[in-house]
């Protein structure tokens, strides 16, 4: 029982890890050392349009918990 206490919080906490690493301020930054990712003078770079993901469903959501909590298992096991 202890067992699968901790590979659930090690799940949540990668998922909640996972889920936070892309929304800081530079997540959609262009890499500065790319050389697409400067614009030439006098012109300007085209919009970004990578739209956010969609959330997941409820089943989705568990679907995912679930296979996650699996493989955490695995290895602790």
């Known amino acids: 029982m202890m067992l699968r206490a901790v590979g659930l ?3 949540i ?3 909640v890890a996972t889920g936070c690493a892309g929304s800081g301020p530079t997540a959609n930054a262009p890499d500065p050392t790319s050389a697409t990712s400067v614009a030439s003078p006098g012109s300007s ?3 970004s349009s990578a739209a956010p993901p969609e ?3 409820k089943d989705a959501y568990q679907k995912l918990l679930t296979s996650s ?3 955490v298992r695995k290895a602790l096991d």
């Open 45 to 47: 770079a085209p919009p």
């Open 55 to 57: 959330p997941l469903s």
């Open 13 to 15: 906490l990668a998922l």
């Open 9 to 11: 919080a090690v799940t």
């Open 69 to 71: 909590e699996r493989t």
